[in-house]
């Protein structure tokens, strides 16, 4: 691959122009705007085109379900395009292109702000007064409202709520080992300590406590000491703080130094990657992991054929010191979401067709597909005709829950697919949750900042406390390399959070 | 590959005879060559749509791009990017690991294709010849996917073939990924053993034109095996290598962004953290066009230096040059 890639684009922009590169006629007859009337029944057939993303493990597929249910509630065809590559390039080009589809489908906030500032994307806030029902539903849930603002107070994208408890990610422990171990489930990082210990002497090959992608993870150990793995708000303090210099930081890094020294943590962990820690997880070599809470039936349903005894069960999280917070980081959320064309011609169409999906009927839809077709009711219970395997079957299947078929989702559909045990997990994690931390927009000239002088710390973050982890730096140094850091400008980062996060609060309030 | 234009500087007399020749007017010129002209226009058409026309969009880095409004559109910011790349902390050190890996790839990676094609010429067994050389360019068509990921198996310090080996000598296991110094050997001894075979390709063809009269002659002169390789071998492809050489002195800093990548973690940053990696993570990663391009017109910009240089030295130092 050359390194060439920003001209590559231009090279693509200009092939493009030359090859006048519409793929599809531009037979887009101006649709006459209907006026909005609520509850309107009786619907219009329309094609809306829809840049959309394609999930590896769920492709899109134009003959799924759901598409089918779209149009029969609300007369919508969405012509679809799906990028050959990442979904992020696809969009620049095509944002570069100029020639834009009615909708795209982004997976990051950021791009949607970016894209939406520079002039390509509509403000959906412009559009509210047609839209009751998103109306209502704003006015009902205005954090998620105001996570969904891009730093000029604007609305760029749909924003979502419900799928995020897919990305719940929690620990989890091999029961079944402890047991036989005569261990219990550890309280605090010391108590988890022993048992790894303990485990490491009955199984000597393995390395106890196995998670994925380097240091990634850390984020989630973070906030049982009370600290964050990047910048986060401390709602006790009302101040935005840079969690890897802090003190309570530094006590993580002691324990995972010392899990290292002792084996307990692989060796290679930094190169650990999906692939290794699978089998790590299911060879007996790793029992105690974080991860997504779904694992937990991903990793029961595939091993309990050949070992009855196999459980993965959900482990409340252990606090970082003797009456310290028992608390997870904060996942269970999905930035990802629709865009709107300022060129499409449809907008206010589009507006009405997206309004629906904030109705329950909408929720209903994306969420259970259609009664007697996809779900039932059994006791005032809905539950999926088919016996779907799991929730990545019933994608694959019907295309519910997929990029692009949800907006606002009802979890218990994905979690009626569950194992007991899994919806126990689900039962109990929520106590242990950390309060959902603000992500405030950043206007661009932040962000260039944050992605220049932010890259340079959050590298020499990764580096340094890889080398703590690893012993090659030594842990008496943690002033210098706090020192250290400060010089690279963690007081400029801090100021553009703060100002960030008052101006959201700041749009909030009016 | 400039194989016309090594078989060209083998045979100097062909282009000093066009020269003596008479002058005629552009019109007959244009006459004589119109079929080789013809010819060359695929390559001409290649290089204007996907070389030169994109060039144009070097200007964003001058401009803060609006992707929305086009490069025309968008507003003039100066040297704005190119101070911002200079004022990072760490551009010094990207430049610096992005040439020594550059350079240790060409000081280890450069000689190896040519030792294994004299070696592979000395070979008489014509089965055991192919058979090499079929295996030994087999690498080059691995992903780099592919590669990155034997390397990291292959140097697991848990159970990894080289660390067992390591072992069985009594040695202690090395955790080879996370060691900054180690970096720059195991990338470039991958880089070889994925394109070494490659690379023989054009030797050998090389070593086919040279006169099998020569080997003879310097037989009858009594010159063994070894002052055959120095006397006759050597020198018949000394342009091809030279050519090569320039040509991949340009290339010092165009280290291919994805096996560094793909080999690079924080414990190693030090040494393992280049140009293109940095541009992946600020301006790729960020949507941040503008500073990536900037990035990479700087590094163009140098690459042009070296290549220049190089072609300075070899034009003063030998008689084969590009230009």
Same mark, same amino acid.
């Given at each position: ?84 590559? =990442?979904? !992020? ?55 998620? /409202? ?56 009955? +199984?000597? =090959? ?120 028992? =608390? ?16 499409? =011609? ?13 109705? !329950? !009927? ?35 299947? /019907? ?97 553009? +959070? ?13 | ?52 026309? &994109? ?27 190119? #101070?911002?790349?200079?004022?990072? &902390? ?93 970096? #720059? ?17 054009? *030797? ?20 063994? #095996? ?37 080999? *690079? ?49 070899? #034009? ?8």
């Amino acid at each position: 691959m050359r390194k060439g890639l920003p001209i590559f684009i231009a090279a693509g922009m200009i092939v493009t122009t030359f090859a006048g590169c519409s793929s599809k006629g531009d037979d887009r007859a101006a649709a006459t705007p209907t006026p909005g009337g609520e509850g309107a029944t009786a619907v219009k057939e329309q094609t809306f085109t829809f840049l959309d993303n394609s999930h590896p493990s769920w492709p899109y597929n134009k003959d799924a379900l759901v598409w089918k249910l779209f149009k029969e509630k609300t007369g919508v065809t969405l012509d679809v395009q799906v990028p050959s590559g =990442k979904i !992020e390039d696809a969009l620049s080009v095509t944002v570069a292109s100029g020639n834009l589809p009615d909708l795209m489908f982004t997976l990051s906030k950021g791009l949607a702000d970016k894209y939406g500032q520079q002039g390509a994307l509509v403000n959906i806030l412009d559009y509210a007064k047609d839209m009751p029902n998103f109306k209502k539903w704003m006015s009902e849930h205005p954090t998620e /409202t105001q996570n969904a603002l891009s730093s000029d107070g604007k609305m760029y994208l749909f924003p979502n709520q419900g799928i995020g408890e897919t990305n719940r990610m929690n620990w989890m422990y091999r029961e079944d080992v402890f047991k036989k171990l005569g261990l219990s489930e550890p309280q605090t990082w010391d108590d988890l300590y022993a048992s790894l210990k303990k485990i490491k002497e009955a +199984y000597p =090959k393995s390395y106890p406590l196995s998670f994925r992608s380097g240091l990634q993870y850390i984020r989630n150990f973070a906030p049982a000491f009370q600290t964050g793995h990047d910048m986060y708000y401390s709602f006790e303090q009302k101040t935005w703080r840079y969690g890897p210099v802090e003190d309570n930081y530094k006590k993580l890094i002691e324990y995972l130094n010392k899990f290292y020294k002792e084996g307990l943590i692989p060796p290679d962990f930094l190169s650990v990657d999906t692939k290794v820690w699978q089998d790590l997880m299911s060879t007996d070599r790793a029992f105690v992991t974080v991860d997504y809470i779904g694992r937990i039936d991903f990793f029961n349903s595939a091993l309990r054929k050949d070992n009855p005894a196999f459980n993965l069960a959900f482990m409340a999280t252990p606090a970082g010191w003797s009456g310290g917070p028992r =608390k997870n980081a904060y996942t269970q959320y999905v930035e990802a979401g629709f865009m709107v064309s300022s060129t499409s =011609k449809k907008i206010k169409d589009v507006m009405k067709f997206f309004d629906f999906f904030y109705t !329950e !009927e909408g929720r209903n839809l994306v969420s259970w597909g259609k009664e007697g077709t996809t779900y039932q009711t059994v006791n005032g219970k809905k539950q999926f005709i088919e016996k779907y395997a799991d929730v990545a079957d019933l994608r694959k299947k /019907t295309g519910l829950s997929t990029d692009g078929a949800y907006i606002l989702f009802d979890y218990d559909a994905h979690l009626s697919l569950s194992s007991p045990e899994l919806q126990t997990a689900y039962k109990q994690a929520p106590q242990y949750d950390s309060e959902q931390q603000p992500r405030p927009a950043f206007t661009p000239e932040e962000m260039e900042i944050l992605s220049t002088v932010g890259d340079t710390i959050t590298k020499k973050r990764d580096e340094n406390i890889t080398k703590f982890i690893l012993g090659e730096r030594s842990l008496d140094e943690w002033p210098k390399y706090v020192e250290e850091m400060k010089k690279l400008g963690l007081d400029k980062i801090t100021e553009i +959070y703060k100002t960030a996060h008052d101006r959201s609060q700041k749009a909030q309030q009016k | 590959m400039p194989l016309n234009e090594i078989t060209a500087a083998a045979q100097p007399s062909v282009s000093s005879a066009v020269k003596r020749s008479v002058r005629s007017s552009p019109l007959q010129r244009w006459n004589k060559g119109k079929y080789l002209l013809l010819l060359f226009l695929p390559t001409l058409l290649y290089y204007l749509m996907f070389k030169y026309a &994109p060039m144009f969009g070097l200007m964003i880095s001058f401009k803060n791009y609006n992707l929305f409004k086009g490069i025309w559109a968008s507003d003039w910011v100066g040297l704005k990017y190119y #101070r911002l790349f200079l004022n990072n &902390p760490d551009s010094f050190l990207l430049i610096k690991n992005t040439f020594l890996l550059g350079l240790y790839k060409l000081v280890f990676g450069f000689p190896a294709p040519i030792v294994l094609a004299i070696l592979m010429n000395e070979v008489k067994n014509a089965f055991f010849k192919r058979f090499v050389q079929t295996v030994s360019y087999l690498p080059h068509f691995i992903s780099n996917v592919v590669v990155a990921g034997m390397v990291i198996l292959f140097l697991s310090p848990s159970s990894g073939v080289v660390n067992h080996m390591l072992q069985a000598f009594g040695l202690d296991p090395i955790n080879f990924m996370v060691k900054p110094d180690l970096f #720059r050997p195991v990338y470039v001894l991958s880089e070889i053993w994925q394109h070494v075979g490659w690379e023989t390709i054009i *030797y050998l063809a090389a070593l086919t034109s040279i006169d099998p009269q020569l080997y003879e002659a310097s037989e009858m002169d009594g010159a063994g #095996r070894w002052k055959k390789i120095v006397h006759v071998t050597l020198p018949g492809i000394t342009p091809a290598i030279v050519i090569l050489l320039i040509l991949n002195v340009g290339h010092v800093l165009d280290i291919g962004f994805e096996k560094v990548f793909l080999l *690079y973690n924080p414990a190693v940053y030090e040494t393992a953290d280049i140009i293109s990696t940095y541009v992946y993570r600020t301006g790729i990663g960020q949507g941040n066009y503008s500073y990536a391009t900037a990035i990479d017109l700087f590094t163009g910009i140098v690459s042009l230096v070296f290549i220049y240089s190089a072609n300075w030295i070899s #034009r003063k130092v030998g008689d084969t040059s590009l230009w």
